[in-house]
T-cell receptor
Framework: GNSVTQMEGPVTLSEEAFLTINCTYTATGYPSLFWYVQYPGEGLQLLLKATKADDKGSNKGFEATYRKETTSFHLEKGSVQVSDSAVYFCALTRDTGRRALTFGSGTRLQVQP | ETGVTQSPTHLIKTRGQQVTLRCSSQSGHNTVSWYQQALGQGPQFIFQYYREEENGRGNFPPRFSGLQFPNYSSELNVNALELDDSALYLC?????????????FGPGTRLTVT
């Protein structure tokens, strides 16, 4: 079956530091990959996506590249801000069938001023 | 365009009771999915509805059931509540046939079972 594995948190960084959150997946075929962000007390917001190998998703300074050879989709940002503090979820979905999202367990990011 | 909305925001129920959670999909979307997010975990897929019929279910028992209405609003019903049902319940809407299939989430309903 499909599964997503994320690095455990919390990840604590100082403002303007470089961020990497690792994500690897197991899936048959060619899934679409997503990063969602959840701010305290809120639902999930789609941060970025990629649909095929070597695609790079980007949004709000965050980037992730779909690496089929390593089955990875690591999230990166060059300079984090306090406002980036949240829980980040890596997820995948097949583009056929019911297309339910399979999520990782989430990584909490804390950015200190 | 309006986003996905859910009601109520919070709910407290007693073990054995029944609960109904409600969701209003984003304008133009024709599918709705429900997810359960336990504290400190990622969301788990419960089921999806399309054209008012269930279109796939995750590993949840039949006491979890749902409805989708012609206006694409939706309900999640849980019977015989158990303590482990305490979680954040998320509704997500999308458009069947879109590629990639993106889902947009509501703010969730926090259910506490005592």
């Amino acid at each position: 079956g499909n599964s997503v594995t994320q690095m455990e948190g919390p990840v604590t960084l100082s403002e303007e530091a470089f961020l990497t959150i690792n994500c690897t997946y197991t899936a048959t075929g060619y899934p679409s990959l997503f990063w969602y962000v959840q701010y305290p007390g809120e639902g999930l917001q789609l941060l970025l996506k990629a649909t095929k190998a070597d695609d790079k998703g980007s949004n709000k300074g965050f980037e992730a590249t779909y690496r089929k050879e390593t089955t990875s989709f690591h999230l990166e940002k060059g300079s984090v801000q306090v406002s980036d503090s949240a829980v980040y979820f890596c997820a995948l979905t097949r583009d056929t069938g019911r297309r339910a999202l399979t999520f990782g367990s989430g990584t909490r990011l804390q950015v200190q001023p | 365009e309006t986003g996905v909305t859910q009601s109520p925001t919070h709910l407290i129920k007693t073990r054995g009771q029944q609960v109904t959670l409600r969701c209003s999909s984003q304008s133009g979307h024709n599918t709705v999915s429900w997810y359960q997010q336990a504290l400190g975990q990622g969301p788990q897929f419960i089921f999806q509805y399309y054209r008012e019929e269930e279109n796939g279910r995750g590993n949840f028992p039949p006491r979890f059931s749902g409805l989708q209405f012609p206006n694409y609003s939706s309900e999640l019903n849980v019977n015989a509540l158990e303590l482990d049902d305490s979680a954040l319940y998320l509704c997500a809407s999308g458009t069947s046939g879109s590629s990639p299939y993106e889902q947009y989430f509501g703010p969730g309903t926090r259910l506490t079972v005592t």
